[in-house]
């Protein structure tokens, strides 16, 4: 902000007749004098130790009622909102839920595909072949009559 020049002069310094200002003369290169620097402010210490506060009541009823309407506000505001935040983790869940029974069905059709190929025919032939589970030559099966009982062939097996 932009201000006068004549206007910072000192109360106590007289402008001489031939206009001679604190920027002209022989005290040229002195600092001009700051505004109110005559004004002095004097400061006082004081001890409070000995002051006692005044008992008061009905301060410590309004204290607790405050509170207690505090927390009366709390918990309403944590009833009304308690609906919608149950319903969230009930969203979140059958989400999860969802999720799980997509995965679990992915995982069972890849299994019954697994247990197809294990149990396919061209496979059990392998393994049969594998563990010689095949079948004996004719000469070594011996068919049971059922119609009639051959005791004597029954025995014959016995004896081995």
Same mark, same amino acid.
């Given at each position: &902000?932009?201000?006068?020049?004549?206007?910072? =002069?000192?109360?106590? /310094?007289?402008? $001489?007749?031939?206009?001679?200002?604190? *920027?002209?003369?022989?005290?040229?290169?002195?600092?001009? !004098? %700051?505004?109110?620097?005559?004004?002095?402010?004097? *400061?006082? =210490?004081?001890?409070?130790?000995?002051?006692?506060?005044?008992?008061? !009541?009905?301060?410590?009823?309004?204290?607790? /009622? $405050?509170? %207690? =309407?505090?927390?009366? @506000?709390?918990?309403?505001?944590?009833?009304?909102?308690?609906?919608?935040?149950?319903?969230?983790?009930?969203?979140?869940?059958?989400?999860?839920?969802?999720?799980?029974?997509?995965?679990?069905?992915?995982q069972k059709a890849a299994i019954a595909l697994e247990e197809a190929q294990l149990e396919s025919p061209q496979r059990?032939?392998?393994?049969?072949? /594998?563990?010689?589970? @095949?079948?004996?030559? !004719?000469?070594?099966?011996? &068919?049971?009559?059922?119609?009639?009982?051959?005791?004597?062939?029954? &025995? &014959?097996? @016995?004896?081995?």
């Open positions: &902000m932009a201000t006068r020049a004549i206007s910072f =002069k000192r109360a106590d /310094q007289p402008v $001489a007749a031939g206009g001679e200002t604190w *920027t002209s003369g022989p005290d040229a290169r002195k600092l001009r !004098p %700051l505004p109110s620097e005559d004004v002095y402010f004097f *400061t006082k =210490k004081i001890d409070n130790s000995r002051v006692v506060r005044e008992a008061d !009541p009905a301060g410590h009823r309004r204290a607790v /009622q $405050a509170g %207690l =309407k505090g927390f009366a @506000v709390a918990g309403l505001l944590i009833l009304l909102l308690m609906p919608r935040a149950l319903e969230m983790v009930a969203g979140y869940r059958i989400h999860s839920l969802a999720a799980d029974h997509a995965r679990l069905v992915n059990l032939q392998v393994l049969a072949g /594998q563990l010689r589970l @095949v079948n004996p030559d !004719p000469k070594h099966v011996v &068919m049971l009559n059922s119609a009639k009982p051959d005791s004597a062939l029954a &025995m &014959m097996n @016995v004896g081995r």
